[in-house]
């Protein structure tokens, strides 16, 4: 229909022409209400379809996640972990290197024992040899253990009557048998060992004595000898401490444990010739001031990015293996180009460091400001190429939560020289591995034995080990210093104050 039809139409009934009309309207009026509907659903959807792509790349972050890029424990990621190593391959073969010093079992000039098997006869012609001289002898020796047996010592003491008084006198009996019945110090320093070194329970180390010496004990027997080692060792362990405020450098972590399904932690201050554990119901600062180390040191502490540890007045350096797993973590899953950056550069200056330390004792002022410039521009690049932030909470009010990029690239940014601290001072370790390793015995002990059962058991362990952690850390044999620290005597570390 033209204009010219339409408008004869219209003329000829103009009210039937309006009803048509308005139909129209209201026809086109409803579809627009569809239309905007349906946009306003769109948009729901779409927020709604960012929200969970976020919240799927948040869990998927959390599955990927395993010891070589986070915190996690190497004992989370299960069976089919994956071998990842930042250090560049050698050109040393595999195996043991030459010049090594070996293990070979080789005989010794002066045997314990020695047992002649002889000739009878000729094995040709069978002739008598039983009068023939020995011309030699050929040698072979078998290392063996002894019959494994508990021997008794009785001590018996004279009484003497005196001849001009009638007084009965008795001998003094020396201090290890002071009691009528009692054990000895080599008895108490193996069960002491099996029990804080060997992480054997009170009830396997009760089975170990039955089967090789035939000898039962009671559990209580083991706590009683812990707490004599425990309790010979108050002079080394102050000591220890005085030592450890005045080092110049010192590492710091802790780890949770339970003992009677209570949560417990575990602190400790380690160098690489000294060990100080402590047993706390705290975390945080109040822990840390029971502990008696940070209260008082005024050094340069080494540990992990956790707040409470900024509360001390001390110097800072952090670990740089928590932050090479984070930018791992940032770089692979995140696809974060800086982190990879960071990773090398942090590598490379490790590298020049462990170089230079046995020539100089700190890099050269442009070999310095060469790393910074390069730390300072990958810093950068990272910020001006965060990824946009989905907010998955939409309703929730206060500060929006930023993403991890954006919280890691500040904590570099603004913790840099604690970050880069084993690059100015060669006396810092580039990361907290040192603690880290001391702490992982208490693991270890929970996996093997079992958790604790009282609060003096944990502080006896806790001693005990720091004290075998040092004799360790000096190159000493444990089961002699043990039996020292039994006799009132046990090693306590001869050096300048200062780890």
């Known amino acids: 229909m033209d204009l010219k039809e339409l408008s004869e139409k219209i003329r000829e009934n103009p009210e039937e022409f309006i009803k048509e009309l308005y139909k129209l309207h209201l026809i086109i009026e409803d579809q627009s209400m569809q239309i905007k509907s349906l946009l306003e659903e769109n948009k729901l959807l779409r927020e709604e379809n960012e929200n969970l792509k976020s919240r799927i790349r948040i869990l998927e972050g959390q599955i990927s996640k395993d010891s070589h890029n986070s915190s996690k424990p190497p004992s989370s990621d299960g069976f089919k972990k994956k071998i990842y190593n930042n250090r ?32 009878s006869q000729c094995k040709v012609c069978g002739i008598s040899l039983k009068k023939s001289k020995v011309i030699r002898y050929e040698r072979h020796q078998v290392f063996e253990v002894p019959e494994l047996k508990i021997e008794v010592i009785e001590h018996q003491g004279e009484i003497k009557r005196c001849p001009v008084c009638g007084i009965e006198n008795k001998a003094v009996f020396p201090e290890e048998a002071g009691n009528i019945v009692q054990y000895g110090m080599k008895f108490k320093t193996l069960a002491t060992y099996l029990k804080e070194y060997q992480y054997l329970s009170c009830e396997r180390l009760s089975e170990f004595f039955k089967d090789v010496f035939s000898h039962s004990m009671s559990e209580g027997t083991f706590n009683n000898f812990s707490e004599d080692c425990h309790n010979s060792l108050e002079g080394y362990e102050n000591e220890v401490k005085e030592c450890l405020k005045v080092s110049p450098v010192v590492g710091f972590d802790e780890t949770g444990f339970r003992y009677n399904g209570k949560r417990h932690w575990l602190h400790v201050a380690s160098t ?33 990015y956790w707040s409470p540890y900024f509360k001390y007045n001390c110097l800072h350096a952090l670990c740089n293996a928590h932050h090479l797993r984070e930018l791992i973590y940032m770089f692979e899953e995140e696809k974060q180009e800086w982190a990879s950056k960071m990773i090398s550069l942090l590598i490379e200056i490790k590298a020049s460091v462990d170089t230079a330390k046995p020539v100089i004792n700190c890099l050269v002022t442009e070999v310095l400001r060469k790393f910074e410039r390069k730390y300072d521009g990958i810093i950068e690049e990272g910020l001006d190429n965060l990824p946009d932030i989905v907010n998955t909470q939409p309703n929730k009010r206060g500060r929006k939560k930023q993403s991890k990029s954006k919280n890691l690239l500040d904590r570099l940014k603004n913790h840099k020289e ?16 040192q603690s880290e390793r001391d702490l992982r015995m208490m693991k270890l002990k929970q996996k093997i034995s079992g958790t604790f059962r009282s609060e003096n058991g944990t502080k006896y362990f806790a001693r005990i080990r720091s004290y075998i952690s040092t004799v360790r850390k000096h190159g000493l044999n444990i089961l002699e210093a043990i039996q020292n620290a039994f006799a009132g005597k046990p090693f306590i570390p001869v050096m300048a104050r200062g780890g």
């Open 88 to 119: 560049k391959s050698g050109s040393r073969p595999v195996g043991g290197q030459k010049g090594h010093k070996g293990e070979t079992l080789k005989m010794v000039e002066v045997p314990d024992k020695v047992e002649i098997h002889k000739v």
């Open 272 to 304: 690489e010739k000294l060990t100080y554990y402590s047993v706390e119901e705290k975390r945080g600062k109040e822990g840390m001031d029971n502990g008696g180390i940070l209260p008082d040191f005024p050094g340069k502490a080494v540990h992990d």
């Open 418 to 433: 604690e970050v880069l601290a084993f690059m100015y001072d060669f006396q810092v370790p580039f990361d907290n591995n």
